[in-house]
């Protein structure tokens, strides 16, 4: 079936999701959680294709990788989908007009979601779930990274719906080669919303090329800032944890500020790093202060490609500051407005940073590790949003709807 057909099949479907129930999506969204476990091994088997097409070292490994105990969390996060709240039909606002004509902005489903993505096979049961459980029809266009993982997760996902009499059109993958790509962002009267999940280079194409409208996930560059005043404990395993924990993952450190009265402090922030072969790129005053602690094979000297890099990797930056203004202006300078921390006691410092950092997700004294829809109480995520227009941050069931006017009169007539 080519892509012009699958969109085609898609708008039809999704005119009937209108007229499904909620206690009968959140069944089906539990069977296709159960589904997904009992069929481990079969998604495992077609994940170990993919897998074996690109090397271990790559980057986007870790996010290709699915073993059962990742099956066993998606499937989780899409029980828990189930049994959040509908976000359909909420009355937003009410009013009653001079007139007598009672208004109300009511929450309603996007319609057709469109989501391109690259090596992240969970993210088809994610899109899945959020748009099934939020009224949405969904149209996925995966990399040929995960061909292998996409179909066979697919193929489960459609098998439970039609087991269940309902339209398997209601999700479409669609071929993994470019040209899919470009028919989707040109896909007018058929998709209402396109995301892209991915590298900077893919948000930033279809940003520039879709003809559709774009909610953008932007890359992570993440800062943390230990502050003049910041607990050395709470440091070390906030920066531990904020590196280490999955470094394939847009919420993952990727440069830590430190105040130049702490540089003591820097051996013991960073030592545990080394577990972990995390390569340190640092600044002068923090090369000289760990260069005798920190294994020489693991600590290079910054150059200006150290800063505003999403890593992705065992790698992390360091920049010494002379202030918590400077600190500000590294953040304002290099972030990708994803998610930002300072470690620190001094409240005063602490409000300033919550207003004057600009980030989907702003933390004070903890990893930024928990930017994650599923983290946030949200079942599961669509992506982060990194705009400001119609969604920011972990996008879930609440960012999937619009809104209506229900207008209702008693024979009023305009002037």
């Given at each position: 079936?080519n892509?012009?057909?699958?969109?085609h099949?898609i708008k039809?479907a999704a005119?009937?999701?209108?007229?499904l129930d909620?206690?009968r999506?959140?069944?089906?969204l539990l069977?296709?959680?159960?589904?997904?476990k009992?069929?481990?091994?079969?998604?495992?088997?077609?994940?170990?294709?993919?897998?074996?097409?690109?090397?271990?070292?790559?980057?986007?490994?870790?996010r290709?990788?699915l073993?059962?105990?990742?099956?066993?969390?998606?499937?989780?996060?899409?029980?828990?989908?189930?049994?959040?709240?509908?976000?359909?039909?909420?009355?937003?606002?009410?009013?009653?007009?001079?007139?007598?004509?009672?208004?109300?902005?009511?929450?309603?489903?996007?319609?057709?979601?469109?989501?391109?993505?690259?090596?992240?096979?969970?993210?088809?049961?994610?899109?899945?779930?959020?748009?099934?459980?939020?009224?949405?029809?969904c149209?996925?266009?995966?990399?040929?990274?995960?061909?292998?993982?996409?179909?066979?997760?697919?193929k489960?996902?459609?098998?439970?719906l039609?087991?269940m009499?309902?339209?398997?059109d209601?999700i479409q993958?669609?071929?993994p080669e470019?040209e899919?790509?470009?028919?989707?962002?040109?896909?007018i009267?058929?998709?209402?919303?396109l995301?892209?999940r991915?590298s900077?280079?893919?948000?930033?194409?279809?940003?520039?090329?879709s003809?559709?409208?774009?909610?953008?996930t932007?890359?992570?560059?993440?800062?943390?800032y230990?502050d003049?005043?910041?607990?050395?404990?709470?440091?070390?395993?906030i920066?531990f944890?904020?590196?280490?924990?999955r470094?394939?993952?847009c919420?993952a450190?990727?440069?830590?500020?430190?105040?130049?009265d702490?540089?003591?402090d820097?051996?013991?922030?960073v030592?545990?790093?080394?577990?972990?072969?995390?390569?340190i790129y640092?600044?002068?005053?923090a090369?000289?202060?760990?260069q005798?602690i920190?294994?020489?094979?693991?600590?290079?000297?910054?150059?200006?490609?150290?800063?505003?890099t999403?890593?992705?990797?065992?790698?992390?930056?360091?920049k010494?500051?002379?202030s918590?203004?400077?600190?500000l202006?590294?953040?304002y300078k290099?972030?990708?407005?994803?998610?930002?921390?300072?470690?620190?006691?001094n409240?005063?410092?602490?409000?300033?940073?919550?207003?004057?950092?600009?980030?989907?997700?702003?933390?004070?004294n903890?990893?930024?590790?928990?930017?994650d829809?599923?983290?946030?109480?949200?079942?599961?995520?669509?992506?982060?949003?990194?705009?400001?227009?119609?969604?920011?941050?972990?996008?879930?069931?609440?960012?999937?709807?619009s809104?209506?006017?229900?207008?209702?009169g008693?024979?009023q007539?305009?002037?």
């Open positions: 079936m892509t012009r057909d699958q969109l099949k039809e005119r009937n999701m209108p007229s909620q206690k999506i959140n069944e089906v069977a296709i959680a159960e589904a997904l009992n069929a481990s091994e079969d998604i495992l088997t077609a994940n170990k294709k993919d897998l074996d097409r690109m090397s271990s070292d790559h980057p986007k490994y870790d290709l990788l073993n059962k105990e990742r099956i066993e969390t998606i499937a989780m996060d899409i029980a828990n989908t189930a049994n959040l709240p509908s976000p359909l039909g909420r009355i937003l606002s009410e009013k009653t007009l001079e007139n007598g004509l009672l208004l109300k902005k009511v929450s309603v489903a996007l319609g057709v979601v469109g989501v391109i993505y690259e090596a992240r096979p969970n993210v088809t049961l994610d899109v899945f779930a959020l748009c099934f459980k939020s009224g949405n029809a149209a996925l266009k995966g990399g040929s990274d995960t061909m292998y993982s996409n179909k066979a997760i697919t489960l996902i459609k098998k439970t039609s087991d009499n309902i339209d398997a209601i993958l669609l071929a470019r899919a790509a470009n028919e989707l962002m040109n896909a009267g058929y998709v209402d919303i995301i892209p991915g900077q280079n893919l948000i930033n194409s279809v940003r520039e090329n003809k559709i409208p774009v909610i953008e932007g890359a992570g560059i993440v800062h943390t230990f003049k005043y910041g607990d050395l404990e709470k440091g070390k395993n920066v944890n904020a590196k280490t924990r470094v394939s993952v919420n450190l990727d440069c830590l500020i430190i105040h130049k702490r540089l003591n820097l051996p013991a922030l030592n545990r790093l080394q577990e972990k072969d995390v390569t640092a600044d002068k005053l090369f000289d202060v760990i005798n920190y294994p020489k094979s693991l600590l290079k000297r910054a150059n200006a490609e150290s800063f505003g999403e890593f992705l990797s065992h790698k992390m930056s360091i010494t500051v002379d918590f203004q400077d600190a202006n590294h953040i290099y972030s990708s407005k994803h998610s930002e921390a300072i470690i620190s006691e409240m005063e410092y602490i409000n300033t940073f919550y207003s004057a950092v600009d980030a989907a997700a702003v933390y004070c903890t990893s930024t590790a928990f930017t829809g599923a983290q946030f109480g949200l079942g599961a995520e669509i992506g982060i949003s990194t705009q400001k227009l119609h969604a920011r941050g972990p996008m879930a069931l609440e960012e999937l709807t809104y209506k006017w229900l207008i209702s008693d024979g007539i305009r002037e």
